[in-house]
């Protein structure tokens, strides 16, 4: 397997990703190729992992599915040939309820909601190429979470195809997720340290 880093072209398909070495994690948005930060700091983790549980847990037997980073959405309107497929990220959580979508490399077309939590080093890529690449392939709600701020910010996508005004959630909140109708998110356990 080669390197990312190593590899001299200048716009990427699927077919270049799956040839890369697994070590280096990467995304490839619009045909360019990026490595992906080291391991994301244990705060992150935690957060991740904690609204991956509640999601899970309500999840279970039911048909919706929760996969966590790293996982790969593969977006795109031509989507039947690994080298037309010139977008490939890897949330840090999304949440996935058509089932024809899912197959053994993980998921061909928009979840249904994604999640990103931020850093310094991926905040203007998550806030600014990924809210514009996730509204424009219809993912139905996009969360940004922020550990520094304790907060979560909701964009949902209206009837026209646009993500509307923000619903901004702090620490001592709980979210009504929209899509999933029942499951309640504790914030307080999300941020609690």
């Not at 990703?17 to 705060?43: F, V």
Request: glycine letters at 6%.
């Amino acid at each position: 397997m080669e390197s990312v880093a190593g590899v001299k072209k200048a716009f990427f398909s699927y077919r270049d990703y799956q040839a890369w070495n697994k070590d280096e994690r990467c995304e490839i948005i619009r045909g360019e190729a990026s490595l992906m930060t080291p391991a994301p700091p244990r705060r992150h983790q935690e957060i991740s992992v904690e609204l991956a549980r509640q999601f899970s847990n309500f999840l279970l037997g039911k048909t919706c599915r929760v996969y966590t980073a790293p996982f790969d959405v593969r977006l795109g309107y031509e989507l039947k040939r690994d080298e037309d497929i010139h977008t490939v990220v890897q949330p840090d959580i999304s949440v996935v309820c058509d089932q024809a979508r899912l197959d053994e490399k993980g998921c061909l077309g928009a979840p249904e909601l994604i999640i990103e939590i931020i850093s310094p080093a991926t905040s203007r890529r998550d806030w600014k190429d990924k809210f514009l690449l996730y509204e424009e392939f219809g993912v139905r709600e996009y969360w940004i979470v922020d550990p520094a701020g304790q907060t979560v910010v909701i964009f949902s996508l209206g009837a026209d195809g646009r993500y509307g005004r923000p619903t901004v959630y702090t620490e001592e909140d709980k979210i009504a997720v929209g899509l999933l109708e029942g499951l309640i998110i504790e914030l307080e356990s999300v941020f609690r340290q």
